[in-house]
């Protein structure tokens, strides 16, 4: 047979892979790999219908495809899933948010979130992510919570630039609101961008005077590297 440097497709490479599922893992037990986000869907479960989504973490050097399900309350018309404090849900949402974001942990009691933007968000910018099993809050959950512990973000230049804005305004409370309203916006984040956004914050009373004075006198020093 001819060798035409043909590659195999992602879903052959896996298909011979042991398949795992969440209730196996036990608490404090990590697992690390390759992620993706499924689609929202139905299914019924003791005659009433629910809604569900699955997180495939897929680690090559074991050969093992963990099957993580998540269930939550999916508003169609607005897009929106919900995770409550010390759901599943809100979990992994709360502590990826602290991975990526540098946010504080459990500072909200529910997330309200657009699921097509957290699964594009997911399956474009991660390409690897560890999480440990927590237990869960509930004593009928069948199976752990998850935690994010750490995320590998794949080679996109405008992700990589968000992430080093956020590290490096950690010292500036002005900048850091401005750079994550621009963030949450999915808009670009230049110097330019953030001027504007403190402008805005200013403008719209939800920053004083020294406050703003202080937060462009800031990001003057950051654009100088000083």
């Known amino acids: 047979m001819l060798d035409l440097g043909i590659k195999k497709s992602g879903k052959e490479r896996t298909e011979n892979y042991a398949v795992k599922y969440l209730s196996e893992l036990i608490p404090q037990e990590m697992i690390s790999g390759e992620i993706y986000v499924g689609d929202i869907k139905k299914r019924e479960v003791k005659k009433k219908e629910i809604d569900e989504f699955y997180i495939i973490i897929t680690d090559h050097e074991t050969q093992v495809k963990w099957i993580c399900g998540f269930i939550t309350s999916y508003y169609p018309e607005n897009g929106t899933i919900y995770g409550e404090r010390g759901g599943r849900v809100y979990s992994f949402i709360d502590s990826l948010n602290h991975v990526v974001n540098k946010t504080m942990t459990k500072s909200q009691d529910s997330y309200s979130v657009d699921f097509e933007t957290f699964r594009k968000s997911i399956n474009d910018n991660i390409s690897r992510i560890t999480v440990k099993a927590v237990p869960p ?4 959950a069948k199976a752990v919570n998850l935690e994010v512990v ?45 001027a504007a956004e403190l402008k805005s914050l200013f403008d719209n009373k939800e920053m004083g005077e020294r406050e703003y004075n202080h937060g462009l006198k800031e990001l003057d020093k950051m654009n100088k590297g000083g």
């Open 150 to 194: 750490s995320v590998q973000l794949k080679d996109n230049p405008e992700t990589q630039r968000a992430s080093s804005l956020m590290d490096i305004t950690d010292e500036y409370p002005q900048l850091r609101m401005a750079v994550t309203n621009i963030i949450d916006r999915k808009e670009k984040v230049t110097s330019e961008s953030i």
């Open 137 to 140: 809050s509930g004593p009928s």
